[in-house]
């Protein structure tokens, strides 16, 4: 078995070892060439030596992404904290090492470059390729439904970074809670849905964009600063699962001064009211597990949870051998 960095004519094999190794109900179950080009190659910090593929006999078997700090514009590199998006194994060759062998040469790349750390598992706002295809609304980490992921990472020595809640709520159900600040709230503003958030960064129209995500935002007529925000997008992977079309929900805001007068309720739940309008089944939210106040409101509009995902952490230089540092 050889390890070596992605070449152009590798595609159709990295889609099928995806396919193969059976991910969750977070993931997409079949990955084409052209999914795999459109989300994940041409995205410009996209650098194949950080695809490194493990190949027996000319066969691609297994996979990892890692990917150095982005610092275009707008998406917030982490000092030299690299990031591990992807670790595929073929289920017929598990159990040999071959995983822990990729993350250790993930390590050397990343340490390489200048990394010190790396976080394993995609999670806002390091997360370069993989939403849309790999998670829920937002990213996070590796998700608990993959159930070899937790086990794999803490036996690389990884340790736990984040974790978060993933939940999500039927449309079908027409009648929502009343509150009757809901009531004076719609009579003061009104939602706005557009392409382009007002501030829309180079991060948001490479990743939520590229997703055909909208910016929905909670006006008072006149006044261009919204009282609450999020964006809403597609999810492809689990509208195929659930056979109906379900939307993800993520960056949910309310700023400071407007909090606790039931802005972000009344934001989702019209947001709600038009995406129903326009046949969507479910929705879902991904909330950090320590965020209370947005468990709190999800739990209000009657979410449930649906999977948690885990960020991973490890200092790099417990990976790699000293005549690589
Ligand atoms: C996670 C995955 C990459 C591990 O690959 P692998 O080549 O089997 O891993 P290794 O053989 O290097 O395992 C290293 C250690 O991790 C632990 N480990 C790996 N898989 C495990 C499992 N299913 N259950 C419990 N522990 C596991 C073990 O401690 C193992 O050492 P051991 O075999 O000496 O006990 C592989 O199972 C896989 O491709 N799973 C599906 C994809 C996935 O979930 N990826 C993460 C999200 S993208």
Redesign the pocket.
């Known amino acids: 078995m050889e390890l070596r960095p992605f070449r152009n004519s590798d595609p159709p094999a990295v889609c099928r070892l995806w396919d193969a ?1 059976g ?1 969750g109900p977070g993931a997409s179950s079949r990955l084409s060439v052209e999914e795999f080009d459109y989300y994940v190659l041409s995205q410009p910090h996209f650098a194949a030596e950080g695809l490194i593929l493990a190949v027996e006999d000319d066969r691609v078997i ?1 996979a990892v992404h890692a990917c150095l700090p982005i610092t275009t514009p707008g998406w917030e590199p982490r000092g030299s904290q690299g990031v591990i998006s ?4 073929h289920p017929a ?9 990729l993350v250790d040469a993930a390590g050397e790349y990343l340490c390489g470059r200048g990394c010190r750390e790396v976080l394993a598992g995609e999670t806002h706002p390091t997360n370069p390729f993989y939403l849309g295809l ?1 998670g829920s609304a937002a990213s996070a980490g ?1 998700l608990m439904s ?4 937790e ?2 990472f803490k ?2 020595g990884f340790g736990e970074y984040r974790r978060w809640q993933v939940l999500g709520r039927s449309l079908e159900r027409a009648s929502e809670p009343f509150d009757p600040r809901v009531v004076a709230n719609r009579r003061k503003y009104h939602l706005d849905l557009r392409d382009l958030p007002p501030n829309a960064t180079a991060r948001w129209v490479s990743r939520e964009g590229r997703l055909e995500g909208l910016w929905a935002g909670l006006l008072a007529d006149g006044d261009p600063l919204p009282v609450a925000s999020c964006t809403v997008w597609p999810m492809r992977v689990r509208s195929e699962s659930q056979c109906g079309r379900v939307m993800g929900v993520t960056e949910l805001f309310v700023p400071a001064a407007h909090r606790r007068k039931a802005l972000a309720k009344t934001l989702l739940l019209d947001l709600f009211r038009a995406l129903r309008a326009d046949q969507t089944t479910a929705v879902e939210m991904v909330v950090p597990m320590e965020d209370t106040a947005t468990k709190c409101l999800a739990q209000l509009l009657g979410f449930t949870p649906v999977d948690t995902g885990i960020v991973y952490y490890r200092r790099l230089t417990e990976i790699v051998t000293p005549s690589v540092e």
């Open positions: 190794c991910l297994g992807l670790v595929l194994v060759y598990r159990r040999r090492g071959i995983g822990r062998q790999y590796f993959d159930f070899a992921a086990p794999f036996a690389c």
